[in-house]
């Protein structure tokens, strides 16, 4: 993903983590508003979760491949996060449905986690750095 996009991004994630923390805070002080203000903090949970998803997958690529990852990654996120979103205020009429919605959601959920988390793989994997001491080469104590 190139700067301006990261840049973008940044700047979106940061407005949608500004907005659900002070929709947070007015549900929380406000009383009277029950089954609605549940359904808003629920949302709002969602978002944050899409949002730091999205922010864990939009890392700089490392190789080839990463930008597809990514891609599928940020994609997850959001469908999942319209999919919640949906169900939450609207719902699904018939209950097999909405069934297969929810582990739909859940699987883009998990889609997403393993996008973000194979961003951080390639800075794992790899040689290991030359000043690391390698066992054959340290000295036997044992020995004298």
């Known amino acids: 993903m190139n700067l301006p996009t990261r840049r973008l991004l940044l700047r979106l994630i ?3 983590l500004s907005i659900t923390a002070t ?3 007015i549900v929380t002080l406000w009383n009277g508003l029950g089954d609605t203000g549940a359904k808003i903090i629920s949302n709002a949970m969602d978002v944050d979760v899409a949002s ?3 922010l864990c997958c939009a890392g700089p690529a490392k ?3 990463h930008p597809a990852v990514q891609l599928s990654g940020l994609l997850s996120a959001f469908i999942g996060l319209a999919t919640r979103i949906y169900i939450t205020w609207w719902g699904v009429t018939s209950t097999g ?3 297969g919605v929810r582990r739909a959601a859940t699987v883009l959920l998990i889609l997403a986690i393993a996008s973000a988390h194979g961003q951080c ?3 794992l994997a790899g040689p ?3 000043h690391a001491p390698v066992i054959s080469e340290q000295p036997n104590c ?3």
């Open 14 to 16: 940061i407005a949608s």
């Open 23 to 25: 929709l947070g805070i």
């Open 52 to 54: 730091v998803l999205a």
């Open 63 to 65: 190789s080839a491949l």
């Open 97 to 99: 449905l909405e069934d």
């Open 121 to 123: 793989q390639p800075a």
């Open 128 to 130: 290991f750095p030359e």
């Open 142 to 144: 044992h020995t004298k």
